[in-house]
């Protein structure tokens, strides 16, 4: 009998059953009795995305992290003309306390816990009356939705539809043994906008199986390791005669381990050298561990989790011990490359369903208040008075216009400035025109 062909077709069979029966839990299911002789790479499920975060400790810190740096966010209501802040507003109340059980740091931490393992996250505005007007109202409470018991039922139609009513039929989320239907306008749908679809996104653990199934294993095998070690070496006879080694007696291999069990070790009372008259050798048995280089495989994997979540590698404890300023700068680099992108993306959401764009306001959420920022910021603001005060110097000497030099300082310290270049008060020289064919270019570095 080919049993290839039947471990084939019997493998078909099964996925296909289990497919027909769990057709929303995707992926290839082979349960662990079927082998046919033939090796089976075992990999996570990821049906419960929720199971898959609570089981990996690596997926589960970066995670957390991530949700921890966003929670911290600063939100400001400022006005969209001149910058200025706005104190009071019913959106800066909502915001505080979202709703009767969670604070806001609670609230953003549950929002990007859910968007970075399900990809898709809703959330449910409860406004109570509608406005007079009809326009966008903030409301009264905002409650993140679990992604796990929520279904899109959409109308079939994208292209051709002008509104969200005329793509997304009703949310609805399984709770309490029954389904609660949402209508669109009571929904904030929030996604990642990866996936085949428009409306559902793809969860980034899907793609991450592999190496999280290699962390869980190497895991899985150093705890057998350590659990199971069994003997650390062997102590064997060195007597030998003409007939060749004489091997231990039952009675002296008995004395010996009931010595070395109780005389010797670390503990008070025992002893850490043997001294005998008997001819002994000790063997070491090599570490199985250190063979299979399981630290080497979770750090590659580890860094994978890390790159596909956009954090630094150094904001995690290392073994190899990352510098302090390393960790400092992978800590910037996390909030500027990825916390502050979610952070925006969500206050663009709440300024234009809670009307606030039309109100001339909008939200933002900043992480310039956190001592790591302070800290950048202040070096930026020494990098600045430095360059400034040289292309000053450039100006009172009739090397550069005042607009010339204000460009430079654009270029050369990548912000922004006023219209007018400020010069020193105390500046005793008169400004000159700058003579023919000099100027200070991007390449060329200003000098005094």
């Known amino acids: 009998m ?34 046919m002789g033939q090796p089976r790479t075992e990999y996570i499920s990821t049906a419960d995305l929720w199971q898959v975060y609570s089981r ?6 970066v995670i957390n992290k991530r949700a921890e740096i966003f929670s911290q966010g600063k939100i400001k209501l400022v006005k969209i003309k001149d910058g200025s802040e706005v104190t009071e507003h019913p959106v800066l109340k909502l915001l505080a306390r ?13 929002y990007l816990t859910f968007k970075d393992i399900y990809a898709n996250v809703a959330q449910l505005q409860n406004k109570g009356l509608p406005s007079e007007n009809g326009k966008n109202t ?17 109308t079939g139609q994208i292209y051709r539809a002008t509104s969200i009513n005329d793509i997304i039929k009703e949310y609805k989320i399984y709770y309490g043994g029954d389904y609660v239907s949402f209508n669109p306008n009571e929904i904030i749908f929030k996604n990642d906008n990866l996936g085949t679809t428009y409306v559902m996104s793809e969860s980034k653990i899907i793609p991450l199986t592999k190496p999280l199934s290699n962390i869980e294993a190497a895991l899985r095998t150093a705890n057998v390791l350590i659990g199971n070690h069994g003997a650390y070496g062997i102590i064997s006879s060195e007597a030998r005669d003409q007939a060749g080694a004489i091997p231990l007696t039952k009675q002296e291999r008995e004395q010996l381990e009931m010595q070395h069990t109780s005389d010797y070790g670390n503990k008070d009372g025992q002893r850490q ?5 008997a001819a002994l050798k000790y063997t070491p048995i090599g570490s199985v561990m250190t063979d299979m280089m399981l630290d080497k495989e979770i750090e590659q994997d580890f860094q994978i989790i890390c790159a596909a979540y956009s954090m630094d590698r150094d904001v995690f404890p290392t073994t190899s011990g990352a510098t302090f300023e390393n960790k400092k700068q992978g800590l910037i680099s996390t909030i500027q490359n990825a916390i502050q992108s979610e952070a925006d993306d969500l206050m663009g959401t709440y300024n234009e369903r809670f009307g606030l764009t039309s109100e001339g306001l909008k939200l933002i959420m900043c992480y310039d208040h956190l001592p790591v920022m302070q800290e950048d910021k202040e070096r930026k603001a020494n990098v600045l008075n430095k360059t400034a005060q040289t292309l000053c110097q450039l100006v009172i000497n009739g090397i550069l216009t005042p607009a010339q030099a ?12 006023d219209d007018k270049l400020a010069i020193p008060d105390d500046s005793f020289m008169e400004y000159r025109e700058p003579k023919e ?3 200070i270019t991007q390449n060329e570095p200003a000098k005094d």
């Open 2 to 35: 080919n049993f290839t062909l039947l471990d084939n077709a019997l493998g078909r069979f099964l996925n296909s059953a289990v497919r027909k029966i769990l057709p929303e839990r995707g992926g290839w299911f082979v349960p662990s009795w079927y082998t």
């Open 56 to 61: 990996i400790p690596h997926l589960n810190n």
């Open 98 to 110: 979202p709703n009767p059980l969670q604070s806001q740091h609670e609230f953003l931490t549950m």
């Open 138 to 154: 903030v409301p009264q409470q905002l409650w993140n939705l679990p992604p796990a018991l929520m279904q899109v039922i959409t």
């Open 273 to 277: 050298l043997m001294i005998t008259n």
């Open 406 to 417: 204000q460009a430079n300082l654009k270029t050369m310290t990548d912000v922004i400035v």
């Open 437 to 439: 064919n000099t100027n």
